[in-house]
C-alpha cells in the first residue's frame, strides 16, 4: 500500500491532504488537527535545540515548529509531491522513507534533541512503522530530549509505551480538550533521562 501511495499523486485541499491510491478521497491529515499540532509544537521546542520531524503532511506542525525559531528544523517526508510542497513552503526537507534516511544519520551519528513521528497508517501487520522507529530514537536523541508521537491507533496496536518502558524515560502528559479537537486527546511526550541515570551509578 505504500507503494501504491507513493506512486500517485495526492490532492491538497484548503482543509485536508488527499490520496486515492488505495480509497476514493482518502484523507491523509486535516487542519483539525492544528490545535493539537500547535500543542506538540510547543513542547518540543521547548529546550530550544535541534528539531527532526517525520512525516509532513500540510505542513502544520512544522509551521508551529519553524515559528518557535529551534536551533535546527529537520524533515523527513516520502511522498515525492508533498517533498516538493514543503520546499514550496520554504522547509528544508529529507526526501524518502524514513527507513533509509535514518539509518544514514545513525551510520553519520547524527542526533537531536527532539523528535516526532506521525505518519500515515498503511497496514498495521504488513507494513509496522511506530514501533520500528521507536526502537532506533534511542540511537538519535540526545540526553534530556523530548521524543512525541502520534499517540492514537497505530501507536497503541504497535505497543509504543511498552517499548520506551524498557528505556526507563520520563513520561509526561497533558490533555487536549475536546472543544480544540475532535476528541479529548492524551498528549505524550517523553524525555531522555539516561544520561542522569548514568551520572547516578557512576
Not at 499540532?37 to 521546542?45: G, H, Q, R, S, V
Not at 522513507?97 to 547524527?110: A, Q, R, Y
Not at 512525541?148 to 524498557?166: G, H, P, R
Amino acid at each position: 500500500m505504500l507503494k501504491e501511495y507513493l506512486e500517485n499523486d495526492v490532492i491538497f485541499t484548503e482543509t485536508e491532504l488527499i490520496s486515492n491510491a488505495f480509497c476514493k478521497s482518502c484523507p491523509i491529515m486535516g487542519t483539525n488537527e492544528s490545535e493539537l499540532m500547535k500543542e506538540t509544537a510547543d513542547i518540543l521546542c521547548s529546550n530550544s535545540g535541534s528539531v527532526l520531524n517525520i512525516g509532513f503532511g500540510l505542513g502544520i506542525i512544522d509551521t508551529y515548529i519553524r515559528n518557535n525559531n529551534p536551533k535546527e528544523h529537520h524533515i523527513i517526508e516520502a511522498h515525492p509531491q508533498v517533498c516538493e510542497k514543503a520546499k514550496e513552503m520554504g522547509f528544508d526537507v529529507y526526501c524518502g522513507k524514513w527507513e533509509d534516511i535514518i539509518k544514514d544519520f545513525i551510520k553519520e551519528g547524527k542526533t537531536f534533541d527532539s523528535i516526532y513521528f506521525d505518519t500515515y497508517v498503511f497496514n498495521f501487520k504488513e507494513y509496522p512503522q511506530w514501533a520500528p522507529f521507536t526502537k532506533v530514537v534511542p540511537k538519535l536523541l540526545n540526553p534530556n530530549g523530548i521524543y512525541s508521537y502520534f499517540n492514537d491507533t497505530a501507536s497503541k496496536i504497535e505497543k509504543v509505551e511498552e517499548i520506551i518502558e524498557t528505556f526507563g524515560w520520563k513520561k509526561h502528559i497533558k490533555v487536549i480538550p475536546k472543544s480544540t479537537v475532535h476528541k479529548s486527546y492524551e498528549l505524550i511526550w517523553y524525555i531522555n533521562k539516561w544520561f542522569l541515570k548514568i551520572l547516578i551509578f557512576i
